[in-house]
């Protein structure tokens, strides 16, 4: 069983920096590929990046890659994601989830958190 909440989001100006965070509540956290995605208003959800069980590889989504770093830290069940030169359209509600590594980086997420907001400001 794995229940996700992020936590970190917040408002901050545009070229600002947040750092968001994403607990496992499971025991299973490090089995897991993980990843970020974004949902802003009248959008739909997309993917921003994702990492896998080990920590190794890493995928961004060309909108922040050089930006956003994701990391995590499988002793904490924690998953990270820190956002660096923020920009107004970085604006959303962003989600971690988990799943499985089917094709890297293409996983099949079977776990979703709440999400927290990001905004920033222009």
């Known amino acids: 069983q794995v229940q996700l909440v992020e936590s970190g989001g917040g408002l901050v100006q545009a070229g600002g920096s947040l750092r968001l965070s994403c607990a496992d509540s499971?025991?299973?956290?490090?089995?897991?590929?993980m990843g970020w995605f974004r949902q802003a208003p009248g959008k739909e959800r997309e993917f921003v990046a994702a990492?896998?069980?080990?920590?190794?590889?890493?995928y961004y989504a060309s909108s922040v890659k050089g930006r956003f770093t994701i990391s995590r830290d499988n002793a904490k069940n924690t998953l990270y994601l820190q956002m660096n030169s923020l920009k107004p359209e970085d604006t959303a509600v962003y989600v971690c989830?988990?799943?499985?590594?089917?094709?890297?980086?293409?996983?099949?997420?079977?776990?979703w958190g709440q999400g927290t907001q990001v905004t920033v400001s222009s």
């Open positions: 990492i896998t069980w080990s920590g190794i590889s890493t």
């Open positions: 989830a988990a799943g499985r590594n089917k094709l890297w980086p293409n996983v099949e997420y079977d776990y």
């Open positions: 499971g025991r299973t956290f490090s089995t897991y590929a």
